[in-house]
T-cell receptor, first 110, second 124 residues
Framework: RKEVEQDPGPFNVPEGATVAFNCTYS??????FFWYRQDCRKEPKLLMS???SGNEDGRFTAQLNRASQYISLLIRDSKLSDSATYLC???????????FGSGTQLTVLP | GAGVSQSPSNKVTEKGKDVELRCDPI?????LYWYRQSLGQGLEFLIY????????KSGLPSDRFSAERTGGSVSTLTIQRTQQEDSAVYLC??????????????????????FGPGTRLTVL
């Protein structure tokens, strides 16, 4: 089983739709969680951190479920510019043990 | 300010040749990471440098891979006797701190890694 697993998609949704991605992790001792965004042929960039209490930034909401060992990303009122691959990142132990998921591809259609 | 830069942006080489990939981290960043991303895959951790500490080489896939970081700044990833399966995008990232913290803010993450544009390596 992979340490971090994501549904690769692709998710094709119309503009304005709400879409959610999940990411499961296998190490129950994992400490920190993030979502990164990667545009086609570009480098990954930090989108948001994920807290146990959940956090929201505009149209984006990230949540962590430690009991079930998954994190989620919810995008409301999706825009064309949201089209990208979303990578979940799990940190266990020191920052050296940073594991990226393989990413979920999102395409927002006009 | 200047971000992480990598060179070359593209490299095509023949099987069996050696290649060197360069990474210039953000000035003042003490932590530097190398990752590899194959087509449609996530990032595979290769190696991590933190200040003057011994690097964490646990992700290097074989002894053909090595990396150096001179003067705590520029890093070079060397792949000897390249194989076709080495074809991938090699990404470098730097961060101001190496250790993860618990709670971080979105815009000023304690251990946010800033990525370079990558080097696309093709081994023929």
């Amino acid at each position: 089983r992979k340490e971090v697993e994501q549904d690769p998609g692709p998710f094709n949704v119309p503009e304005g739709a709400t879409v959610a991605f999940n990411c499961t992790y296998s190490n129950s001792a994992s400490q920190s969680f993030f979502w990164y965004r990667q545009d086609c042929r570009k480098e990954p960039k930090l989108l948001m951190s994920v807290y146990s209490s959940g956090n929201e930034d505009g149209r984006f909401t990230a949540q962590l479920n430690r009991a079930s060992q998954y994190i989620s990303l919810l995008i409301r009122d999706s825009k064309l510019s949201d089209s990208a691959t979303y990578l979940c990142v799990v940190i266990s132990g020191s920052a050296r043990q940073l594991t990226f998921g393989s990413g979920t591809q999102l395409t927002v259609l006009p | 300010g200047a971000g992480v830069s990598q060179s070359p942006s593209n490299k095509v080489t023949e099987k069996g040749k050696d290649v060197e990939l360069r990474c210039d981290p953000i000035s003042g960043h003490t932590a530097l990471y190398w990752y590899r991303q194959s087509l449609g895959q996530g990032l595979e951790f290769l190696i991590y440098f933190q200040g003057n500490s011994a690097p964490d080489k646990s992700g290097l896939p074989s002894d053909r891979f090595s990396a150096e970081r001179t003067g705590g700044s520029v890093s070079t990833l060397t792949i000897q006797r390249t194989q076709q399966e080495d074809s991938a995008v090699y990404l470098c990232a730097s961060s101001s701190k190496g250790r993860a913290s618990g709670r971080t803010k979105m815009s000023s993450s304690y251990n946010e890694q800033f990525f370079g544009p990558g080097t696309r390596l093709t081994v023929l």
